[in-house]
């Protein structure tokens, strides 16, 4: 059986989606591409928890899981 975090996805992003909105579109685009980079470096390493830890902020922030390179 699978656990679903969505829920709990859906709480954090909804209290922080006002304070994202609020940040300045520079700061938006590198917070951006650092998750972006970061959950790529996740995808290489053999802790399936990384993909997980950083799947879970992109999730939570609203950016969408870029494709495994």
């Known amino acids: ?22 940040l300045t579109p520079v700061i938006k685009t590198a917070l951006n591409e650092f998750l972006t980079k970061l959950y790529l470096d996740a995808l290489k390493t053999p802790n399936p928890w990384d993909d997980f830890a950083v799947g879970i902020l992109l999730d939570i922030l609203v950016i969408p899981r870029p494709p495994p390179a």
């Open 1 to 22: 059986m699978a656990i679903s975090f969505t829920w709990l996805i859906q709480i954090i992003a909804s209290a922080l989606g006002p304070i994202v909105g609020l």
